[in-house]
């Protein structure tokens, strides 16, 4: 049976060699255009409206905030649908049998689960959030979680978010994540390569009793729109 994981963060964090190419709404009104990388292989298109998303998935808790504007202008874009989806602790995605190395994802969902699954709307201020847990790594991909912004039935942006290396190697030595011993990180993910680090990927990550907070501007296109 799972169990909760209960651990004292650091008390510094060193928000690292990527933190120039995003903007938090904690920090600064600025703003840029995410990066678009696509949705992954384990994208399911219909995920349940809610702001917790754990559904009894065992980690260290994560509570993420993502505003989401016009990145022409920075000005706050409401009632966009924001879609978020992550591996657990172990590695797994819901909906999809676990790989092992050299496997090919399926084109479809293999089962039901649903968990680490879910979207919002932005409110007047462009603002939702996600209570979830801080994702696990799979296969050759370093910790992520996976971002789709949709706007008046139009998908706008599909992106992935990412976390300080010092934090990802630190969340490595807890259980269960301790449990997934996979070695790729931030320096040799292969989206982070691909995408030249991915601008606008990159929260600002920090302590909040036992579990992080995350927070980020998502800057999306409305040109023509």
């Known amino acids: 049976m799972k169990t909760n994981v ?11 060699e990527f933190n120039t190419l995003s903007y938090s709404f904690e920090d600064s009104p600025n703003c840029l255009l995410t990066t678009e990388t696509g949705p992954g292989p384990f994208f399911i298109p219909e995920s349940i409206y ?3 998303i754990t559904e009894g998935q065992t980690g260290i808790g994560l509570f993420i905030g993502l505003k989401i504007v016009n990145a022409s202008n920075c000005s706050n874009l409401h009632r966009a649908k924001v879609e978020i989806w992550q591996a657990n602790a172990e590695g797994e995605y819901s909906g999809f049998s676990l ?5 090919t994802p399926p084109l479809k969902p293999t089962n039901q689960e649903r968990w680490l699954r879910g979207w919002q709307e932005s409110d007047h201020l462009g603002f939702v959030e996600f209570k979830t847990i801080y994702p696990g790594k799979y296969l050759n991909r370093t910790n992520h979680i996976h971002l789709r912004i949709s706007y008046q039935d139009q998908v706008l942006l599909t992106t992935q978010v990412f976390f300080p290396q010092n934090i990802n190697d630190f969340v490595s030595t807890i259980s269960p994540y301790d449990q997934n011993p996979r070695f790729v990180t931030n320096y040799n993910d292969p989206v982070i390569q691909r995408y030249n680090g991915c601008r606008g990927c990159w929260p600002k990550v920090s302590g909040f009793g036992t579990r992080y907070i995350a927070t980020l501007t998502i800057g999306v296109n409305l040109q023509g729109r």
């Open 50 to 52: 809610r702001i917790d």
């Open 6 to 16: 209960f651990y004292k963060p650091p008390n510094k964090f060193r928000f690292e």
């Open 99 to 103: 790989l092992e190395e050299g496997e």
